[in-house]
């Protein structure tokens, strides 16, 4: 499967895409390129708001706050 094609200017990516976190990764295989892909709530937000949401927003629309 592709790559996302938001996955350059991703603020999640990022910031989360080296960790080793088995819960960031497991959002960046699903989301950033795996099946959930047209699931992303970051991209929902930005078609939305017009600008991509905070670096934080994980790819489900949770804030990640545990890992600042």
Same mark, same amino acid.
């Given at each position: 499967?592709?790559?996302?094609?938001? @996955? /350059?200017?991703? &603020? *999640?990516?990022?910031?989360? &895409?080296?960790? !080793? =976190? $088995? @819960?960031?990764?497991?959002?960046?295989?699903?989301?950033?390129? &795996?099946?959930?892909?047209? =699931?992303?709530? !970051?991209?929902?937000? *930005?078609?939305?708001? &017009?600008?991509? /949401? $905070?670096?934080?927003?994980? /790819?489900?629309?949770? $804030?990640?706050?545990? *890992?600042?």
């Amino acid at each position: 499967m592709a790559e996302c094609e938001k @996955l /350059p200017q991703c &603020g *999640f990516h990022q910031k989360y &895409g080296s960790s !080793r =976190d $088995i @819960l960031c990764k497991g959002f960046l295989a699903m989301y950033c390129r &795996g099946v959930k892909m047209s =699931d992303c709530a !970051r991209k929902k937000y *930005f078609a939305e708001h &017009g600008q991509a /949401p $905070i670096d934080e927003m994980a /790819p489900n629309g949770y $804030i990640l706050t545990f *890992f600042a």
